[in-house]
């Protein structure tokens, strides 16, 4: 039986980037789309192609994507999603999530969330300028799941596309279980549709999730996809024959386009191996694989290892 879920490609900065997404989903169907990495030009910058390059739709043919915004300035943004717009974008999604202390410390991503006010005053000057749909990707909250609760109620006068919430506060980072209980809440306070994130690693989770949370119908994925390439495809009841053959295919492939791409093995190895901090986990000891993919200095060395993996 084939599972008609909504499936989505999480942004997972430095790894699914418009060629892996590519890639990705020729060997590994079952996403319905992707929310790619955010972008942030400042309205100073000229524009050129290679600052667009991960949402440039000719870049985008094997996997539709939205284009989501990092910018908290009302003007900053209008200027990139009015370029966006022009490249034929019927949507941008406002990153509100980002855990990183790089950017939370800026009070952007899930940074923002504990000053409501700003939130609703840059929607107050973003949405009726906008001309396109806006989504919104967020946590629980940066330090407390308090702010969602206070925050959801408030965004119900907005005409939002949808809200994707991942289970845990921004503090966090990746650590913890996903709060469960504060999702439930979420989808009482919100009359939007909501899509549900976080720590969907196996079929059988996936399937717990959609009986706990009979209204959520969209789904975005991951990690679990990283560390299980073959996950999207088992939800949807794809089979596959061979799946270390594809697996393999998939790597050489990726491995071969970004060669084509990057100066050097330095910048070659170190756009593949962030890649298996996640993929190692389909190969226990996931520790020790890590470990020796991370010592690897050359490509041969990387590659013969690889192939043992995959062999």
């Known amino acids: 039986m084939t599972d008609t879920a909504n499936l989505i490609l999480a942004p997972i900065r430095g790894i699914t980037d418009c060629h892996f997404r590519s890639i990705f989903q020729t060997y590994f169907p079952g996403f319905n789309s992707a929310l790619a990495p955010f972008i942030n030009p400042q309205r100073s910058s000229s524009f050129q192609p290679k600052q667009l390059k991960d949402v440039l739709p000719e870049n985008n043919q094997a996997l539709p994507i939205r284009p989501p915004l990092l910018h908290t300035n009302p003007e900053d943004f209008l200027f990139l999603a009015y370029r966006l717009q022009n490249l034929g974008y019927k949507e941008v999604n406002w990153n509100l999530g980002c855990p990183a202390p790089m950017v939370t410390k800026k009070q952007r991503g899930s940074g923002l969330l504990p000053f409501p006010d700003r939130i609703l005053s840059f929607l107050d000057q973003v949405i009726p300028k906008l001309g396109i749909k806006l989504s919104i990707k967020t946590r629980l909250g940066y330090e407390n799941p308090r702010e969602i609760f206070a925050l959801l109620p408030q965004l119900n006068q907005y005409p939002l596309a949808d809200i994707i919430i991942h289970g845990r506060l921004g503090c966090q980072m990746y650590r913890g279980d996903i709060d469960r209980n504060s999702f439930a809440r979420c989808l009482n306070l919100s009359d939007h549709v909501i899509v549900y994130n976080g720590d969907i690693t196996t079929k059988e989770t996936f399937r717990e999730l959609q009986q706990l949370f009979p209204a959520v119908h969209r789904w975005m994925i991951g990690r679990g996809a990283l560390a299980n390439p073959f996950l999207p495809g088992e939800i949807k009841g794809i089979t596959t024959t061979d799946p270390q053959q594809h697996l393999r ?54 590659l013969d290892l690889v192939d043992s993996l995959l062999k």
């Open 249 to 302: 295919e998939f790597h050489h492939e990726l491995y071969s386009c970004y060669r084509d791409l990057l100066d050097g093995p330095a910048h070659l190895l170190g756009r593949m191996k962030p890649l298996w901090i996640h993929l190692a986990e389909s190969f226990p000891p996931q520790q020790k694989v890590w470990k020796k993919i991370k010592k690897c200095k050359t490509e041969d060395k990387y």
